[in-house]
């Protein structure tokens, strides 16, 4: 092993800002806008729903670096730098002359990347002197790492949880409810719009857009209280460029450079981040690498939606973003990788992939489990449902490789660990796990209600 196994970096190495891949995009991904006027929205339309602070980094399209806040930086100690890991025993299993890195963000309680956000919006929250916040969670990584970071700086905390997800993962639920936080299962009676979609929709399993909305709700009629989001938004791709600035320095210190950056794609905020200087390496054109979304089959909003305007929650009480989306009404059917299913994608993944400047793959859930299981018999880790996306296609990758007798250097990012999905791994190990694709006729209908701008 001539690379190391692990490479870390050490504390003088690890990065001290964020990095904003839009200040290096002449063309800017499109501006949010408010959904009763349909402008764009300003700083003060979106005071009533979020921090100040965190408006000013959603906004802000020219500044390439914000300073991390000395407590952020201290709050990361306690999980990052995460390793950037050479698979080598992944590359034998496989014969591949290729080399895979992985980025592994699970090494901490909540078990995946969400808490580099979950840490930044909580500090922020509580810097403004607010109560509490309220967010939707869909499989629970996200709940679960802003319970923590709410608890560490002593806010409260309320999730909304997909109904399905609630039912499917109490363990998740008890995590939450251990640092703190209250959890309600979505659609809830406890809100307006929660009580509109379970008349529309009876006995709903729920999804991201519905549970967004009663937070969203819950947040604006609870004086000192603010709503913060998982993904998606700009401020969320910025916190979670930490994961790209780390694995760019540690290949730095390496002498290495990926060929191929892969990661799984739900809102798009760990691909946004894992990708950040690298993408901003191309778009300045000082150095070419390919980039690869991976989505579920179940929900393929890059692969088979439309690029446009949409509502961002089932409620269509959030601002409308431009972005590729399968609509939101649409209700992706209860696959395992609850943390993918959202409807739409990050304006900013949207618009490098509508420029052509990265790709998009679609996979299905059997293949998707097959590699989670492949990749922890030989890695040891195992992997979250939805990393495991980005698993298939790094080895579809290598395989390639092995094919064409070319030594490339994949990169993908690991984005969790899967303890709390072990009724999806129970479901592929009894050979009963199903794979869900929308038909055509289903997507259509859903883009046909897409807002008339
Ligand atoms: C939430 C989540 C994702 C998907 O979210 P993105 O915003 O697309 O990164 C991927 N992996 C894990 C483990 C998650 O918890």
Known sequence: MKVPYKTYLTEQETPVKWYNIRADMRKKPFPLLMPGTGKPCTEKDLEPVFCKELIRQELDEDTPYFDIPPAIVDFYKMFRPSPLIRGYFLEKALGTPAKIYYKFEGNNTSGSHKLNSAVAQAYYAKAQGLKGVTTETGAGQWGTALSMASSFFGLDCRVFMVKCSYEQKPFRREVMRTYGASVTPSPSMTTAVGRLINAEHPGTSGSLGCAISEAVEAATSMPGYRYVLGSVLNQVLLH???????????????????????????????????????????????????????????????????????????GRICPLAKMYTIGADYIPSSSHSGGLRFHGMSTVISELYDQGLMEAVSVKQTDVFAAAQRFARVEGILPAPESSHAILVAIEEALKCKEEGREKTILFGLTGTGYFDMKAYQAFNDGTMEDFIPADEDIARSLEKLPKL
């Open 240 to 314: 979670q460029s930490i994961i790209g600035l780390e694995a760019h320095t540690a290949f730095e210190k390496l002498g290495e450079k990926p060929d191929i950056i892969i990661g799984c794609a739900g809102g798009g905020s760990n691909l946004g981040g894992l990708i950040a200087p690298f993408m901003g390496e191309k778009l300045r054109g000082e150095r070419d690498c390919r980039f690869i979304a991976v989505e579920p089959a179940s929900c393929p909003s890059l692969t088979r939606g439309a690029y446009a305007y949409d509502y961002c929650d089932t």
